[in-house]
């Protein structure tokens, strides 16, 4: 799943459109659809995959998910406040990040 020839593949395949920058270059991409009378959408897919910038997520981010997770439960089973709830959680975020790189 994770090179060129398999994203062009699964295209092809299974309809998937590839994740991979590499894959977005490959010319059998380009291909007309009948559906749409025969225009080449691809194109305009692939580059509007191209303009998508990169997203970053950062070490802990898994940890800080689990927080504001924790949270919106307490909201909806236990009716917690919502802005009580989010600034628990900004604050419990904060106390690991702190552990992270404060140290």
């Not at 894959?23 to 692939?46: H, K, R, T």
Request: glycine share 2%.
């Amino acid at each position: 799943m994770t090179n060129t020839e398999n994203q062009v593949e699964s295209l092809a395949q299974l309809g998937l459109f590839p994740s991979l920058i590499s894959a977005l270059d490959d010319p059998s991409l380009m291909y007309e659809e009948e559906f749409f009378g025969n225009q080449i959408v691809n194109e305009y897919f692939v580059e509007a995959a191209k303009q998508i910038d990169d997203f970053y997520y950062p070490p802990n981010y898994s940890s800080y998910q689990s927080v504001f997770e924790q949270q919106l439960l307490l909201v909806q089973d236990q009716d917690k406040d919502p802005e009580e709830a989010f600034n628990d959680a900004v604050a419990e975020a904060k106390e690991i990040y702190d552990l992270e790189y404060m140290n």
